[in-house]
């Protein structure tokens, strides 16, 4: 497929704009370097101290009080987390077909689902 002028054109503009930008972009991305460096240098000792702390505090290998085969919770209750689909889903609402089974959608016809429908002749 052949190029046009328009895009030809364009991107030798572009070209020429990223040379043209190419020391002031050193220059920025030096600075916000320096900065950075600085900031974490200072911030460093701090983090440190507070993930260390934090750490401690946490516990691994609690009980979960969620039920794994139903999902629930201890009282019964979905966490909060989960989506109403799968809420459904778990308690057997949304059944999904068989293997083997066709579903509804699979180009099969249906039943008229509409008054409308049922008087209509084609």
């Known amino acids: 497929m052949a190029k046009s002028l328009r895009s ?8 020429l ?3 043209k930008n190419a020391g002031k972009m050193d220059k920025m991305l030096a600075t916000v370097v320096a900065k950075m460096t600085e900031h974490e240098g200072g911030q460093d000792a ?15 290998g609690g009980k979960s009080s969620l039920n794994l085969k139903t999902m629930k919770k201890a009282d019964g209750n ?3 987390w989960m989506s109403a689909k799968k809420k459904r889903e778990l308690r057997g609402e949304l059944i ?3 293997p083997g089974e ?5 180009g099969q016809s249906t ?6 429908e049922e008087g209509r002749t084609d």
């Open 102 to 106: 066709r579903s509804s959608r699979g």
């Open 78 to 80: 979905y966490p909060s």
């Open 46 to 60: 701090v983090m440190r101290e507070e993930v260390s702390s934090t750490v401690d505090k946490m516990e691994s």
């Open 17 to 19: 704009k990223r040379e």
């Open 8 to 15: 030809k054109f364009k991107r030798k503009m572009r070209t």
């Open 96 to 98: 999904s077909p068989q």
């Open 111 to 116: 039943p008229p689902s509409s008054p409308k």
